[in-house]
């Protein structure tokens, strides 16, 4: 692979960025009002006002943002939630990224690339245990390249277990490619492609990224719009907070979506927001130069989902149990459950090897014990990938969920796939609680027709059938 950015978009202006930050310093009490009115109508923000929300210091403001982006998450969404697990198929790079613990030039870890045998083993366990969408994540390595990660991605769809799983969606994180590799996994069926610029700040870009592909900023930025160019047109984006000021890295995620819609007519699909965790190997990642704490965290989550209210908020196991209940209620979507972060670790007797991780996980729950706990809160968990087999994607899927599809499509697909979930997969004690749930989701539909047909469709799937979708 050739990597060229002679005709590379640059759009990120750090001085405007700051300029936009410094105008929204200490904001009136009035203002910051006026900006959450205004993002309870589900418009989304500009970047200005999303520095107004940024900058806000008073508590109790800091609290009407939460209920804010908790009120517009239920209206757009209501209470369903996607799950999902990553599926680490390669830990070799060439990389040097200073806060990983997959960089080059650390000798101590163990490194493996799954066979094709490994790699469907690992999907069985996983569909054994009711996964339907799995993230596959991948390091890069110049031996490894577009035409082997697409292969692998047959290899995922082609592994059907015994018990009549089978992965409908898989999801990609790698290095970025070019116009033709992204066309490979394009070809393959990738639900959406994902690429995290870790920072928007070129300096400290820089700094972290000591060499290999992956030291060229530009060549990233542009990850996604080769990525559309190739026909992928779901593709997500991220920064890793803690490596530098998340005020800046919120404003130029919010740049970045918007260049994307200017040029394809669509934004993010997703916008993944990972917080630095400590990665054997990786000393940076011990005492982020940006660390933020939980309160500040939460509240870019929050302010994400009001800035941009139709994009699928990601939230992974890097954070705790406790916390996570949290981070749902102010505007997650998405989230990973029963994560393991190396190449073979679903498989692996002697599971939780630091030697082989990326970096430490936060929430080790079992995907049964999340799905229980998640239900307590009054979340309906989520399997659904209809859309994506319907060709609601992109643009097309952007402009449904603008519409109030998501309430209406995605909650009863929710409670179809979530029944699958309760006959095939889950435990005595999550089934007794999980079909309660479902019958008061069912009585909550009040035009009696739709609650109707969608009654039959779920006694259909207690009877046998399967993947029944709207
Ligand atoms: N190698 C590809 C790349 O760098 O784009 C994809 C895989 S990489 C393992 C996926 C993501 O993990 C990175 O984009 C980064 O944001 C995140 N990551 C790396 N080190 C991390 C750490 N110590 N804590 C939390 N997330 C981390
Ligand atoms: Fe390699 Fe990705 Fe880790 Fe960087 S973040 S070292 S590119 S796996």
């Not at 505007?331 to 972060?341: K, P, Y």
């Not at 519409?403 to 499509?409: E, L, V």
Request: net charge negative; proline share 4%.
């Amino acid at each position: 692979m050739k990597i060229d950015t002679t005709n590379a978009h640059d759009f990120i202006n750090d001085a405007e960025i700051w300029a936009e930050i410094e105008r929204a310093e200490a904001p009136a009490p009035e203002l910051v009002r006026d900006v959450l009115a205004k993002a309870r109508e589900r418009k989304g923000l500009s970047r200005f006002e999303t520095a107004v929300l940024l900058q806000n210091t008073a508590p109790e403001l800091d609290y009407e943002i939460f209920s804010a982006a908790h009120d517009v998450k239920n209206g757009i969404y209501g209470n369903r939630l996607v799950l999902f697990a990553p599926l680490y198929v390669t830990n070799e790079c060439f990389n040097r990224c200073a806060y990983c613990g997959f960089k080059a030039d650390n000798g101590d870890l163990d490194r493996r690339t799954l066979t094709d045998e490994q790699l469907a083993s690992e999907v069985r366990v996983l569909e054994d245990l009711g996964q339907k969408r799995l993230l596959l994540v991948y390091g890069e390595h110049p031996k490894l390249g577009a035409k082997w990660m697409a292969h692998t991605m047959q290899v995922v769809y082609d592994t059907i277990s015994e018990k009549s799983g089978e992965i409908r969606r898989v999801n990609v994180n790698c290095a970025p490619l070019d116009v033709e590799g992204f066309r490979e996994l394009q070809q393959t069926g990738i639900g959406t492609y994902q690429c995290f610029q870790e920072t928007y700040h070129r300096e400290t870009y820089k700094k972290v990224h000591l060499s290999g592909h992956k030291a060229n900023y530009l060549w990233r930025l542009n990850a996604l719009h080769r990525a559309q160019e190739a026909g992928i047109d779901d593709v997500a984006m991220g920064a890793l907070f803690g490596l530098y000021d998340p005020r800046f890295e919120m404003l130029a995620l919010l740049t970045h979506a918007a260049e994307l819609e200017k040029e394809y007519g669509v934004g993010p699909h997703t916008i993944s927001f990972p917080r630095m965790e400590p990665a054997l190997g990786a000393d940076m990642s011990y005492n982020p130069p940006y660390a933020i704490n939980k309160h500040d965290f939460k509240k870019i989550v929050a302010i994400l989902r009001l800035a941009v209210p139709y994009t699928g908020l990601i939230l992974t196991t890097r954070e705790t149990a406790e916390y996570r209940k949290e981070l749902i209620n102010v505007g997650v979507s998405q989230i990973s459950a029963g994560s393991r972060t190396y190449p073979g670790a679903y498989t692996d007797p002697e599971y939780d090897r630091p030697d082989v991780q990326q970096f430490c996980v936060g929430d080790s729950r079992s995907l049964d014990e999340v799905v229980r706990d998640v239900v307590s809160q009054g979340y309906l968990p989520s399997w659904c990938t209809a859309c994506y087999r319907l060709g609601r994607t992109g643009e097309h899927f952007m402009e449904l969920a603008k519409k109030g599809f998501i309430q209406k499509f995605c909650h009863p697909n929710a409670l179809l796939t979530f029944d699958e979930y309760l006959n095939d997969y889950a435990s005595p004690e999550t089934r007794e609680v999980g079909k309660k749930f479902i019958q008061t989701e069912l009585a909550k539909i009040e035009d009696e027709k739709r609650r109707s047909t969608i009654t039959k469709r779920v006694v259909r799937i207690d009877e046998g059938e399967r993947d029944l979708y709207f």
